[in-house]
């Protein structure tokens, strides 16, 4: 625990993240999240997984995405509103809670926008570590939203790709891009067409925000070798790719049943078949075959990725002191005395 | 809502919160409490409801309970491990958030230990306002841990019950329970058997912790007319009543799928017949038949009710400040550029 007091919970404020990813290093903190989200994977039969706790409207959903290794019990809390942008607000929010399954008290409570950003960009490159060409140097951006950036940093630092090339619909999304990367040593082409944008890729990555079905790649787009790292298309309606390409591709993804809910596979029959990345991870199953085939990871996202960045943040929480003590669980002295507690309150209140 | 701010969410400490209850009063905050659960179980069609989300360990379960009306969600953490009370810790301890469904923004994020031990005395007070003779002004409680002062005060506050007649296997927490109500007004009978405690009594409340099938109240024990609140039966494998008390009772539920697993029920069939409480409340269920039946009001504790006291709580935030503003959501200038806001940080960390 890092806390020795009963009462309270760690809470790292979007502020601290910030602060926390700067100290650490935008590069170093990607790298020690893709190692814990690797590790995790690699023991992934331990954990209790389920799919996500979904509350749907008309404008969005709103889910919780538990899981626990026995020892560790994290959740988020995540909200997908697509409309959310025109009235300048955050599509995608989260916040995260890691508990101790011995007690059932938290142990940490922290934002996870910034951190849900990070932590699919570290699993994508995981993934990509695996799946893509061990010669691969050119990646593919299309779609320049909140979450390229942090695809195209995650990728220098597990793969060292430098190269990148970048489409989006709104040529401001990809300026933004463009110059928010500019000081961090990439060679970036601006692309006029996604057709263009693919042209030499060895790596794909599909991150558009829409949520209806599209085709942001067409069939004859998909050449071979490539590595398609499609995170874009994560909830039920919502796909990239076109179906072709799937059919052409050994087809990877994190949580199947999930998956073929929310994934580019929603799109395929449900048993066609696909390998986990855990089990690639733990050298069970067959990753790139050869360097003619089509590797894609079909990402949306699963709550051990999640529980693995919460246990990151934990890990560094004693050595950067970034976080704020919150006093969240009552403590009476006495276990069974929890109104005792409250009168007492009074009349302290009362002598002050 | 109740800030400004995009980026921040108003946070109710344990502090604040035993703050807010004295401010209010603990009576008139039980009454709004119980006045806000009853109007929601009044519109209980419109919520959106399932079994909570376990995650069950050998020593306890950590769950969340998700729902919403369509325009708030609301959803608890909270954790019930036996075995904490001799290490200090409470056994049951929880959390919990209001967010905006349409935005799909945390509106509210509280500690919800006390606010549980409050809400869930308040709902038994509602269930008996329809359950119990309309002369009942005697209660027997039967385990004095602590649940069992939030009991009497709410039924006090709602029902104007003042004769308490009080039992716990260990004496020493009775003497507690009666210390801390001594200055509310009760005419209080300490006893040294629970058959002592229910003579005479016209409500029996049942809250002991025991995880274990148990039988608190035995078949001779419930006598005619008498309302049966009974609070401690509330998971899987864990109850309280001789199953012949069930077999002579109209028995009262909150969420029938969820009772069946947790409640007093599992020991009957799971189609045996059971009222809903909601429909006793809107009118559209008969609740008490007629002076000589037992009435039993199976307690578990739904999502609705943590979602109501969250709502409540919610609605006294601006009229007393009680709350510390947490910056929980990140908020860049421009909803797509998160990874511009980060690197903006660092800007301005150097210029500092």
Known sequence: MTTASLNTVPFVSVDNMMKLVLKIGIEP????????????????????????????????????????????????????????????????????????????????FSEMTLLTALRTAATSAVAAKYLARKDASVMAIIGNGAQSEFQAMAFKALLGIKRLRLYDLDAAATEKCRRNLSAFGFEIVACKTAEEAVEGADIITTVTAD?????????????????????????????????????????????????????????????????????????????????????????????????????????????????QDLDLVADPDEPRDLFGMLIRAEAAQKAA
């Open 211 to 323: 949520k209806r079905q599209n085709t942001i790649l067409s069939d004859n787009m998909a050449g071979p070798g490539v590595h398609i790292n499609a995170v874009g298309g994560d909830s039920p309606g919502k796909t990239e790719l076109a179906r072709d390409i799937l059919l052409r591709s050994d087809i990877f993804v994190e949580y199947p049943p999930q998956t073929r809910i929310e994934g580019e596979i929603q799109q395929l029959a449900p048993d066609y078949p696909v390998t986990e990345l855990w089990q690639v991870i733990n050298g069970e199953a067959e990753g790139r075959r050869d360097d003619r085939r089509i590797t894609l990871f079909d990402s949306v996202g699963f709550a051990t990725e999640d529980f693995s960045a919460l246990r990151f943040v934990h890990s560094l929480l004693k050595e950067t002191g970034l976080y």
């Open 29 to 108: 903190f990607l790298k020690g999240l893709a190692d814990t989200i690797e590790a995790d994977f690699r023991r992934w039969p331990q954990f209790d997984k389920r799919e996500r706790v979904p509350c749907h409207s008309a404008e969005g959903v709103i889910e919780l995405m538990p899981t626990s290794d026995g020892d560790l019990y994290g959740f988020k809390y995540v909200n997908g509103h697509p409309k959310n942008m025109k009235e300048g607000r955050q599509t995608v929010t989260g916040f995260g809670v890691l508990a101790d399954v011995h007690t059932g008290y938290p142990m940490l």
